[in-house]
């Protein structure tokens, strides 16, 4: 499952696994057994090994002191900002958000070149999470927080648009959800609603999931006389079509 998720272009800004095969969906589907998928390393995991036999890295025995393992990579690029990280080890939990690879590696430089910068100054680079799934992130003063504290949180909304159809009537058009969000949970969640709160979703006609190999894509259509802005705050505040991320950025460094 390591494995299958490193090859997910939905959990992963960038994959280091080109895999083969089914590799699970953002539907929530899963993988396929072992036996009916290959793998191999993405050409940007290279990138994380790159000059790895030429004594760059230190090295340690492993748990039985049968071999010798790396104690970290020689990292080409920042994978820890790009990929970000989620995890709970000994009494500390992590969350860190995935970032936009090209960003990432200016910020880099700019680093490098001015140990001093400050982190406005680095938000002119790196200017926010970039998530896989796309999404519109509402953040101000709680990003800069984040970025200058460890901790913060942040809004993703879906990416919505309305779209008038040949009948007259109003299409709510979703193309990118929030990170992490189940497509098929969320639009059935909707479906539910619709059935509870007739008297705000009654106006809702169908629900569909309409994505294919170009994209995402969910339609949610309404009658012609129906206020469609209502809709959309009922369901940002009762769905994960806006959801929050609690960034929390703990990682070892220098072995601490």
Same mark, same amino acid.
């Given at each position: 499952n390591a494995?299958?998720?490193?090859?997910?272009?939905?959990?992963?800004?960038?994959?280091?696994?080109?895999?083969?095969?089914?590799?699970?969906?953002v539907d929530g589907d899963g993988a396929a057994a072992m036996r009916?998928?290959?793998?191999?390393?993405?050409?940007?995991?290279?990138?994380?090994?790159?000059?790895?036999?030429?004594?760059?890295?230190?090295?340690?025995?492993?748990?039985?002191?049968?071999?010798?393992?790396?104690?970290?990579?020689?990292?080409?690029f920042p994978n820890l900002?790009?990929?970000?990280?989620s995890g709970i080890a000994v009494g500390l939990a992590t969350n860190i958000p995935t970032h936009n690879l090209a960003e990432c590696i200016d910020g880099?430089?700019?680093?490098?070149?001015?140990?001093?910068?400050?982190?406005?100054?680095?938000?002119?680079i790196i200017k926010g999470p970039d998530f896989p799934t796309g999404g519109i992130i509402h953040a101000g003063e709680e990003l800069k927080q984040a970025y200058e504290t460890g901790k913060g949180k942040i809004t993703i909304r879906a990416?919505?648009?309305? *779209?008038? @159809?040949?009948?007259?009537?109003?299409n709510i058009v979703i193309t990118e959800?929030?990170?992490? +969000?189940? $497509?098929?949970?969320?639009?059935?969640?909707?479906?539910?609603?619709?059935?509870k709160y007739k008297e705000i979703l009654g106006g809702v006609t169908d629900i569909?999931? *309409?994505? @294919?190999?170009?994209?995402?894509?969910?339609?949610?259509?309404?009658?012609?006389?129906?206020? +469609?802005? $209502?809709?959309?705050?009922?369901l940002y505040k009762y769905t994960d079509l806006q959801t929050t991320f609690g960034i929390n950025m703990v990682a070892i460094a220098n072995g601490k």
């Amino acid at each position: 499952n390591a494995l299958v998720r490193l090859a997910q272009t939905f959990n992963m800004k960038e994959v280091l696994i080109d895999g083969h095969g089914n590799f699970g969906s953002v539907d929530g589907d899963g993988a396929a057994a072992m036996r009916y998928t290959e793998a191999k390393l993405a050409p940007l995991a290279l990138e994380l090994l790159r000059d790895i036999e030429k004594n760059t890295v230190k090295w340690s025995y492993n748990y039985d002191d049968s071999r010798k393992e790396p104690d970290m990579l020689p990292g080409r690029f920042p994978n820890l900002l790009v990929n970000g990280a989620s995890g709970i080890a000994v009494g500390l939990a992590t969350n860190i958000p995935t970032h936009n690879l090209a960003e990432c590696i200016d910020g880099s430089v700019a680093v490098i070149e001015n140990p001093d910068i400050t982190t406005s100054e680095l938000m002119q680079i790196i200017k926010g999470p970039d998530f896989p799934t796309g999404g519109i992130i509402h953040a101000g003063e709680e990003l800069k927080q984040a970025y200058e504290t460890g901790k913060g949180k942040i809004t993703i909304r879906a990416k919505v648009s309305i *779209e008038p @159809d040949k009948n007259e009537k109003q299409n709510i058009v979703i193309t990118e959800f929030p990170y992490q +969000v189940n $497509k098929s949970v969320l639009l059935q969640k909707i479906v539910e609603l619709k059935d509870k709160y007739k008297e705000i979703l009654g106006g809702v006609t169908d629900i569909r999931d *309409e994505s @294919d190999r170009t994209g995402t894509r969910a339609v949610i259509t309404c009658k012609k006389d129906v206020d +469609v802005q $209502k809709v959309l705050n009922f369901l940002y505040k009762y769905t994960d079509l806006q959801t929050t991320f609690g960034i929390n950025m703990v990682a070892i460094a220098n072995g601490k």
